[in-house]
């Protein structure tokens, strides 16, 4: 599969699962162990103005197919927040 198509799926698999609306895909990757890793940002709750938007930075595990293995929520983080680490 390409790096597009495991985006896709990963968005898709993990909106399936939270019903959150995924927002951006940070990060594609090949895990050395065979599979990909996909890190999105996701809605977890809308707010007005769209900078106080709650994201929940997400990592999910696919394998080499595009099922989905597994996912984390890493952090959550306002919209507006740029803070780099």
């Known amino acids: 599969m390409e790096l597009k198509q495991i985006a896709e799926r990963a968005k898709e698999e993990l ?8 927002s951006t895909v940070i990060e594609v990757s090949k895990r050395e162990e065979g599979g990909w890793r996909v890190s999105l940002e ?6 007005i103005p769209e900078v106080m938007d ?6 999910s595990w696919l ?3 595009g ?5 984390e929520r890493k952090k959550l983080r306002k919209r507006g927040d740029t803070e780099e680490e």
Do not use: C, H, Q, V
Not at 54 to 59: C, L, Q, T
């Open 63 to 65: 394998d080499e197919d």
């Open 67 to 71: 099922n989905l293995l597994g996912f």
């Open 15 to 22: 909106t399936n699962l939270t019903g959150l609306k995924p």
């Open 54 to 59: 709650i994201m929940g930075i997400y990592e």
């Open 42 to 47: 996701m809605i977890e709750r809308k707010a």
